[in-house]
């Protein structure tokens, strides 16, 4: 079992900053793709990122040239950079981890193993 904790949200202005951090547990996380997802009130949980272990990214077109994920498999962490934050960008952010030998999409909520608790972005007009 993995469990993952992550920090980092609050309340920024348009055009600000903030980077999120996702610590797992277990001793097999360079092994698992990790993910963060995004869901704001009354929408569905929607795809952000996600970086496989061999260090190829996958980001949503609507995080494409603004946000970064990274990964220090050393620490067991993952992180999201996100720049250039706009009023859209609000919801609370997921960290999730799916296991190596998993198939299906990246992009899926459904496709993944293990989910954090969620963290609250939001970015004010």
């Known amino acids: 079992q993995v469990q993952l904790v992550e920090s980092g949200g609050g309340l920024v202005q348009t055009g600000g900053s903030l980077r999120l951090s996702c610590v797992a547990s277990?001793?097999?996380?360079?092994?698992?793709?990790m993910g963060w997802f995004r869901q704001a009130p009354g929408k569905e949980r929607e795809f952000v990122a996600a970086?496989?272990?061999?260090?190829?990214?996958y980001y949503a077109d609507s995080a494409k040239g603004r946000f970064t994920i990274s990964r220090d498999n050393a620490k067991n962490t993952v992180a999201l950079q996100m720049n250039i934050l706009k009023p859209e960008d609000t919801a609370v952010y997921y960290c999730?981890?799916?296991?190596?030998?998993?198939?299906?999409?990246?992009?899926?909520?459904?496709?993944?193993?293990?989910w954090g608790q969620g963290t609250q972005v939001t970015v004010s007009s």
């Open positions: 970086m496989r272990w061999s260090g190829t990214t």
């Open positions: 999730a981890a799916r296991e190596r030998n998993r198939g299906g999409s990246f992009y899926s909520t459904a496709e993944y193993d293990y």
């Open positions: 277990g001793r097999a996380f360079s092994t698992y793709t």
